[in-house]
């Protein structure tokens, strides 16, 4: 299993981005596959999530900014942040849960200017 994650940068306070999250070794709609991030000096917190079955979740503070989907032809999962705040910078993490193990891509750094 593998989890390459991909897409951040810097950016201004209002705009977006699109992280992806490349997939190997399972099928990434068999899964519930999550987003996580860590802002410098604090712990790494859920951003959203989606469900073998479509369903998803997002933290409050994303809810109506980001979106969080998956392509399986390419086996890939994304999320989509927009209205980007300064609040969102943070090192973001995907993760896969299979069989009872959480499995981690290395982070992505997202940097938000005011």
């Known amino acids: 299993v593998q989890l390459q994650a991909s897409g951040g940068g810097l950016v201004q306070a209002g705009g977006s981005l699109r992280l992806s999250c490349a997939a190997s070794?399972?099928?990434?709609?068999?899964?519930?596959m999550r987003w996580f991030r860590q802002a410098p000096g604090k712990g790494r917190t859920s951003v959203t999530d989606?469900?073998?079955?479509?369903?998803?979740n997002y933290a409050d503070s994303v809810k109506g900014r980001f979106t969080i989907s998956r392509d399986n032809a390419k086996n890939t999962l994304y999320l989509q942040m927009n209205s980007l705040k300064p609040d969102d910078t943070a090192l973001y993490y995907c993760a896969a849960d299979l069989r009872g193990t959480r499995y981690w891509g290395q982070g992505t750094q997202v940097t938000v200017s005011s």
């Open positions: 070794g399972f099928t990434v709609s068999t899964y519930t």
């Open positions: 989606i469900t073998s079955g479509g369903s998803t």
